[in-house]
């Protein structure tokens, strides 16, 4: 049981309104985590920052939700890693690629498989990179500059994922569908 708020747009404090209603305009809803977030202005306001960025980088959409829920499914993050597997298959990851990334093995799509490994040792090394991982990630035809792109996308995912483990949000029912829950320790 968690004890912080989910917020709405009415029980939120009025610097996180704003926030609160730019996610109800994109989603038609307002995330649970978010609500959650919306307790701290500081928070939520960052977490929007980020996440506009990371939409607007040379990253489709697919790439970036495959980055987001191989973050959510390494950080052991259960709301997130339902949440983005809904957001995976919406935006066209193959079910398969889906399944493999919510289990911890690579997609079977080459360019999705380097996006996810980057991101995984990324998390799982504190950010130091090999020269070899960053050859893999270049030789599957990305950039220097996506390659940092990627660090801003396991950015913002930390957010989510530390806030979801802190607060707990429950999961929205047009979710539980995909719950996800880490493996025993």
């Not at 994109?26 to 977490?47: K, Q």
């Not at 079910?95 to 799509?109: E, F, L, M, Q, W």
Request: hydrophobic share 50%; with cysteine.
């Amino acid at each position: 049981m968690s004890s912080y708020p989910v917020h709405t747009i009415d029980s939120a404090p009025a610097q996180s309104r704003p926030a609160l209603e730019q996610l109800q305009r994109t989603f038609g809803m307002i995330p649970n985590i978010a609500g959650a977030m919306a307790g701290s202005p500081v928070l939520i306001d960052a977490f929007i920052g980020v996440f506009e960025r990371v939409h607007a980088s040379s990253l489709s959409e697919p790439q970036i939700q495959t980055l987001l829920l191989t973050n959510a499914v390494t950080n052991a993050s259960e709301w997130p890693v339902a949440f983005h597997t809904a957001l995976a298959l919406k935006e066209g990851v193959h079910s398969a690629d889906v399944d493999a990334i919510r289990h911890g093995a690579p997609p079977r799509d080459a360019k999705l498989a380097a996006l996810s490994g980057l991101a995984c040792t990324l998390i799982e090394q504190r950010g130091r990179l090999a020269d070899a991982d960053r050859a893999r990630f270049l030789e599957a035809g990305f950039s220097a500059e996506q390659m940092l792109e990627v660090v801003a996308v396991v950015a913002a995912s930390t957010i989510t994922n530390y806030v979801a483990s802190v607060t707990r949000p429950p999961l929205e029912a047009q979710f539980e569908a995909f719950a996800w829950h880490a493996p025993a320790a």
